[in-house]
Structures are given as structure tokens and as C-alpha cells.
């Protein structure tokens, strides 16, 4: 699925688990503090995107926990076997991302929001198709590197100029509404304060 509101639900859900995880939120600033210095005013670069590499493990961690497109579908071309399975050319196939995503062998503590899923050493030997917020393969969706530098400028600019707390219950988080996208039951809720 193309557009802006994958992109925008994707930073809604960040924003609010950043709200909620002020431990998180205080780490993403130290990074923010390291690669912009005092310049809140700075334009963020390229070299800067390529350098917020915390930041991208909490993007990546919001994506795990709330993939936006949670299903998706595939038609075979040809008849497939897998394991004791046929799939027969022409069935559609769909594949439950979200599921997928918390799966406590591939996600030790898998309803846990942790960044840390995404570092370099728990990362290392984990298969490319454990982590599909943007599908795979072929279809993999075109703009999810434009996607990712979206969700990363707007959390550099803006967390550079306020911090973010909840405005609703943790639980309202887990209030989903599963349809070709997921979102929230009741709407995203945060509160920006301005730093100073």
C-alpha cells in the first residue's frame, strides 16, 4: 500500500510507544544531542539520516510491534509444496505480518517494546524475511526507503524541539482495528511539551 497514511500511521504509532517509554525517548535524544549538537534550527542531511542509527532501531521496533499493512496477499504462479502443503497455482495466499512479527523465536519477549531487537549483534544471522513491515521480495513496497527517511526527519526535527507524553491510558495502544491497515481504535494520542 502506497501514500502518506502508512507514513503518518507508522509515526503515530512511534510517537506514542515513545510516549510511553520515556527510557526510550531519553536514549533517541542523547543520539539527536550527539549528531546535531545544540542546532535545533539545522535542516537534517542525508549524513545525518545515515548517522541516526538508534533511532531507526525504534523505528523498526514500532514497525515489529504495529505493521501498518499487518496482512498481506500473494497469488502462485505455479503449484508450490511446502512441507506437507499444496498450494495450488492461482489460490491466494495471506500472510499474517503481525502475527509473524511476534513470534517469541525469532522476538524473545515479543509484546515487549525493545529497540534493541534491531542492534547490529541481535540482528546478526537473523534471516531478512523475520522483520516484513514492507512486505518481501518483488513486491516488497517501492517507497519504504522514502518511507523510513520520513519517519526519521520528522522524529529528528521534532524531538529536537519537544518531548513526547502519553495522552491516553497504555492501553489504549493495544486498541486495534485490523482492516487493510491497522490502526487504533480511538485515534493517536500524545503531548508534545515544548524543551526549554
Given at each position: 500500500m502506497a501514500g502518506m497514511e502508512t507514513t503518518a500511521t507508522s509515526l503515530s504509532f512511534t510517537m506514542m510507544l515513545l510516549g510511553f517509554?520515556?527510557?526510550?525517548?531519553r536514549k533517541v535524544q542523547e543520539e539527536l544531542?550527539?549528531?546535531?549538537?545544540?542546532?535545533?534550527?539545522r535542516?537534517?542531511?542525508?549524513?545525518?539520516?545515515?548517522?541516526?542509527?538508534?533511532?531507526?532501531?525504534?523505528?523498526?521496533?514500532?514497525?515489529?510491534?504495529?505493521?501498518?499493512?499487518?496482512?498481506?496477499?500473494?497469488?502462485?504462479?505455479?503449484?508450490i509444496k511446502i512441507t506437507s502443503h499444496n498450494i495450488p497455482k492461482g489460490c491466494d495466499v495471506k500472510f499474517n505480518i503481525y502475527s509473524f512479527h511476534c513470534n517469541p523465536k525469532i522476538y524473545p519477549n515479543p509484546d515487549e517494546f525493545d529497540p534493541e531487537n534491531?542492534?547490529?549483534?541481535?540482528s546478526k544471522g537473523?534471516?531478512?524475511?523475520?522483520f516484513l513491515p514492507f512486505s518481501g521480495g518483488l513486491r516488497k513496497c517501492v517507497g519504504y526507503k522514502y518511507a523510513m527517511f520520513q519517519i526519521k526527519v520528522v522524529l529528528a526535527t521534532v524531538l529536537r524541539h519537544f518531548t513526547v507524553h502519553p495522552a491516553c491510558d497504555r492501553k489504549e495502544i493495544d486498541r486495534l482495528v485490523f482492516s487493510l491497515t491497522l490502526k487504533?481504535?480511538?485515534?493517536?494520542?500524545?503531548?508534545?511539551?515544548?524543551?526549554?
Open positions: 517509554h520515556q527510557d526510550v525517548q544531542d550527539a549528531v546535531f549538537g545544540d542546532d535545533v534550527e535542516s537534517v542531511s542525508m549524513e545525518d539520516l545515515n548517522n541516526l542509527e538508534y533511532i531507526e532501531q525504534v523505528i523498526k521496533e514500532s514497525l515489529r510491534l504495529y505493521p501498518v499493512v499487518p496482512i498481506v496477499q500473494r497469488t502462485p504462479t505455479e503449484d534491531f542492534s547490529p549483534e541481535r537473523r534471516h531478512p524475511y523475520s487504533l481504535v480511538d485515534g493517536y494520542y500524545i503531548k508534545l511539551v515544548p524543551k526549554g
